[in-house]
């Protein structure tokens, strides 16, 4: 008798720890503030103004949805897999934005130089 107890317990034991790794994992957020934070990054040094800077910033916010949604059917690797994408090309949009800016600076500079060149023979 204190045997078939003692397995009663065991089995309601193996049960509730069985359930609580099942929620446990069913309730872990797919990871997408990295990737929020890259496509805001981009937003902000004008990613959208530029288009090739444009088009990466672009597919970085639709594989951040197809990862949501991947992610809500259950498909979890592939979603993180989709994340990684679209970090990928929203810090492209970043590095794009910036060596544009950079391009322009260095124009801008070498105008400054062509003028000073001409008032001063």
Do not use: W
């Not at 103004?49 to 088009?55: C, E």
């Not at 970090?87 to 492209?92: G, K, Q, T």
């Not at 391009?103 to 000073?116: F, G, Q, T």
């Amino acid at each position: 008798m204190k045997n078939a107890s003692r397995i009663r317990y065991l089995l309601s034991a193996v049960a509730v720890m069985a359930t609580a790794i099942i929620v446990g994992c069913a309730s872990v957020p797919l990871g997408t503030e990295t990737t929020e934070s890259s496509i805001r990054a981009a937003e902000e040094v004008g990613a959208a103004k530029l288009p090739q800077a444009s088009l990466h910033l672009q597919l970085a916010r639709e594989e951040l949805d197809k990862a949501n949604v991947l992610f809500e059917k259950g498909d979890k690797e592939e979603a993180e897999s989709m994340l990684l994408r679209a970090d990928s090309d929203a810090e492209l949009a970043v590095t794009l934005s910036h060596s544009d800016a950079e391009k322009r600076d260095a124009e801008l500079a070498m105008a400054r130089v062509r003028k000073l060149q001409q008032e001063n023979p």
